[in-house]
């Protein structure tokens, strides 16, 4: 298996552009979570989805953060308008119950906004 | 609210000492306790896990055991290498909610030769 994939791997932007991140989990898996990562705020969950339905979006920061779930295989995380603030690495990870909830995590996306 | 603790970094050791990193985890039930590694540049990897009291996760010469009576799941190992230098994050999850975890802030181990 591929793994969780994730891109872009980097992305620089100027604040006030719209972001797209995606993430394709692992076939098979139904549970999608979407992480932020910053020195201040450490890890934060942000969004998961199981079977491409939102669970729990209450790590989501404010309205310009959304993300959405279309199918199985692909998940988008996007922020409209970018903020410096919003400056992070960004993890997509996936679970089953068939290996017990392990989530396994994709390299991240670093996102700059200048 | 269920939180995870950590031992504050860097740590810093020579080659072959004895390496502890503290966690511990205030939470309602029975959670699932993990420690991840996070490798500079990379993403997150499951280092080793734990699902009930007493349970001992052990993995690449790594340990923790889930001591509920001291709500604590402390990282050892006996002998670091320089190729253990990494980001270590100790984590908590429940079964009935996907495996969504909950992180301590990380701990930087800087293995010297």
């Known amino acids: 298996d591929a793994g969780v994939i994730q891109s872009p791997r980097h992305e620089v932007t100027e604040m006030g552009q719209e972001v797209t991140l995606r993430c394709k989990p692992i076939s098979g898996h139904d549970y999608l979570f979407w992480y932020r990562q910053t020195m201040m705020r450490g890890l934060e969950l942000l969004i998961y989805?199981?079977?491409?339905?939102?669970?729990?979006d209450s790590g989501m920061p404010e309205d310009r953060f959304s993300a959405k779930m279309p199918n199985a295989s692909f998940s988008t995380l996007k922020i409209q308008p970018s903020e410096p603030r919003d400056s992070a690495v960004y993890f997509c990870a996936s679970s089953s119950e068939r290996n017990m909830y392990e989530q396994y995590f994709g390299p991240g996306t670093r996102l700059t906004v200048t | 609210g269920n939180s995870v603790t950590q031992m504050e970094g860097p740590v810093t050791l020579s080659e072959e000492a004895f390496l502890t990193i503290n966690c511990t985890y205030t939470?309602?039930?029975?959670?699932?306790l993990f420690w991840y590694v996070q490798y500079p540049g990379e993403g997150l990897q499951l280092l080793l896990k734990?699902?009930?009291?007493?349970d001992k996760g052990s993995n690449k010469g790594f340990e923790a055991t889930y001591r509920k009576e001291t709500t604590s799941f402390h990282l050892e190992k006996g002998s670091v290498q320089v190729s253990d230098s990494a980001v270590y994050f100790c984590?908590?999850?429940?079964?009935?909610?996907?495996?969504?975890?909950?992180f301590g802030q990380g701990t930087e181990l800087s293995v010297k030769p």
């Open positions: 734990a699902t009930k009291a007493d």
């Open positions: 984590a908590l999850s429940y079964y009935n909610q996907g495996g969504k975890l909950i």
């Open positions: 939470a309602t039930g029975y959670p699932s």
């Open positions: 989805f199981n079977n491409n339905v939102p669970i729990d």
